[in-house]
């Protein structure tokens, strides 16, 4: 199995939650929602034992830690992979000015608001006189943030061959689905922040592909669908339905050769193996399963497996009460082109 490193956000990262990938390629490294910008500031040396709380978790200690330390560098390092992939949508989300103990840094921090309310209450940070504040990323010194991008081009130049650098060039879906599973379009002033956000970014990547010769490019496809997330109208464009998840893991098959109908239970036939290997990732829920159908079939559709766990529900079982199990089946192998 190859091993890759994901520097970015969901956008990224979620490629290789896809089913096709699952039994080829594992993440050993996530660095997440970290801006170039970020990575290479300044760093705020607070012991990593002072974000060893009962509150955070884990994985909040480890941002934390990249965020404010600048310590994601030294963990790649650490723990070298065979790829490593970007996104740098993260740089279009809100910043942080932050200082400490007469020391100034930004972070493009996951989770910030409420993070860094947590220390900001705490003695220590008290004591240190620790503050924070949101900034816009427009009020970034562009020629600061295209140095901190020059700075992870001679990092990766030195640490990775260009074949093993792949930069994901993101799409922003223009259109969304709400709960009752209708593709909805966004507001104009949604629609237009939204447009300029991934202009920006793409413009780091163009720039970023630009100075890597041999690089892997890795394009999102333009006609995605946003999905409903925790219940917001209009939500942010980086989450998406189940079936663009199904066409980026297949483009990112093509992209690293991986043929992954080696890998599946030659009990099933492709798109039904495919189908259960969506169900048994914990990133598939049973709502991504149903938004699919809405998609493919180009009608609304309820669940009607609310309060049931999904492993509980087994793929033959998805037609009872909606009688579309085949059509969405076929609809896969319609999309790929595969024939059981």
Request: charged fraction near 25%.
């Given at each position: 199995?190859?091993?890759?490193?994901?520097?970015?956000?969901?956008?990224?990262r979620n490629i290789f939650n896809a089913p096709q990938l699952l039994n080829?390629?594992?993440?050993?490294?996530?660095?997440?929602?970290?801006?170039?910008?970020?990575?290479?500031?300044?760093?705020?040396?607070?012991?990593?034992?002072?974000?060893?709380?009962?509150?955070?978790?884990?994985?909040?200690?480890?941002?934390?830690?990249?965020?404010?330390?600048?310590?994601?560098?030294?963990?790649?390092?650490?723990?070298?992979?065979?790829?490593?992939?970007?996104?740098?949508?993260?740089?279009?989300?809100?910043?942080?000015?932050?200082?400490?103990?007469?020391?100034?840094?930004?972070?493009?921090?996951?989770?910030?608001?409420?993070?860094?309310?947590?220390?900001?209450?705490?003695?220590?940070?008290?004591?240190?006189?620790?503050?924070?504040?949101?900034?816009?990323?427009?009020?970034?010194?562009?020629?600061?943030?295209?140095?901190?991008q020059d700075q992870l081009i001679r990092w990766l130049k030195i640490n990775?061959?260009?074949?093993?650098?792949?930069?994901?060039?993101?799409?922003?879906?223009?259109?969304?689905?709400?709960?009752?599973?209708?593709?909805?379009?966004?507001?104009?002033?949604?629609?237009?922040?939204?447009?300029?956000?991934?202009?920006?970014?793409?413009?780091?990547?163009?720039?970023?592909?630009?100075?890597?010769?041999?690089?892997?490019?890795?394009?999102?496809?333009?006609?995605?669908?946003?999905?409903?997330?925790?219940?917001?109208?209009?939500?942010?464009?980086?989450?998406?339905?189940?079936?663009?998840?199904?066409?980026?893991?297949?483009?990112?098959?093509?992209?690293?050769?991986?043929?992954?109908?080696?890998?599946?239970?030659?009990?099933?036939?492709?798109?039904?193996?495919?189908?259960?290997?969506?169900?048994?990732?914990?990133?598939?829920?049973?709502?991504?399963?149903?938004?699919?159908?809405?998609?493919?079939?180009?009608?609304?559709?309820?669940?009607?497996?609310?309060?049931?766990?999904?492993?509980?529900?087994?793929?033959?079982?998805?037609?009872?009460?909606?009688?579309?199990?085949?059509?969405?089946?076929?609809?896969?192998?319609?999309?790929?082109?595969?024939?059981?």
């Amino acid at each position: 199995m190859q091993t890759m490193s994901v520097w970015g956000c969901c956008v990224g990262r979620n490629i290789f939650n896809a089913p096709q990938l699952l039994n080829s390629i594992s993440v050993k490294n996530f660095i997440f929602q970290i801006t170039p910008f970020s990575c290479f500031d300044v760093p705020l040396n607070i012991p990593y034992e002072k974000f060893d709380l009962p509150v955070f978790t884990k994985f909040e200690k480890e941002c934390l830690d990249f965020n404010l330390n600048k310590t994601c560098i030294e963990k790649l390092e650490k723990n070298k992979t065979d790829y490593i992939t970007f996104d740098f949508v993260s740089s279009s989300f809100e910043m942080f000015r932050i200082t400490f103990n007469d020391k100034t840094t930004i972070a493009r921090l996951w989770e910030g608001r409420r993070l860094l309310n947590v220390l900001s209450e705490i003695k220590y940070f008290k004591e240190n006189e620790f503050a924070y504040e949101i900034i816009d990323y427009s009020c970034l010194p562009p020629e600061l943030v295209y140095d901190a991008q020059d700075q992870l081009i001679r990092w990766l130049k030195i640490n990775y061959r260009p074949e093993q650098i792949i930069f994901c060039i993101p799409t922003f879906p223009n259109k969304w689905l709400n709960k009752e599973l209708k593709v909805c379009k966004y507001s104009e002033k949604n629609e237009l922040k939204y447009k300029d956000d991934e202009k920006y970014v793409r413009e780091l990547t163009q720039y970023t592909i630009q100075q890597i010769d041999g690089c892997n490019i890795y394009s999102f496809p333009e006609n995605m669908v946003a999905a409903e997330w925790e219940g917001r109208t209009e939500p942010p464009p980086f989450h998406y339905t189940s079936m663009d998840y199904l066409q980026q893991g297949e483009l990112m098959c093509e992209l690293l050769g991986v043929d992954w109908e080696k890998s599946y239970c030659m009990d099933l036939p492709p798109c039904s193996y495919m189908m259960e290997k969506w169900r048994l990732n914990y990133y598939y829920s049973r709502k991504k399963l149903f938004d699919t159908e809405a998609i493919l079939l180009d009608q609304p559709r309820k669940d009607p497996f609310i309060g049931t766990s999904i492993s509980s529900v087994s793929i033959s079982s998805w037609g009872k009460g909606l009688n579309t199990v085949n059509q969405l089946k076929s609809k896969v192998l319609e999309h790929f082109k595969k024939k059981c």
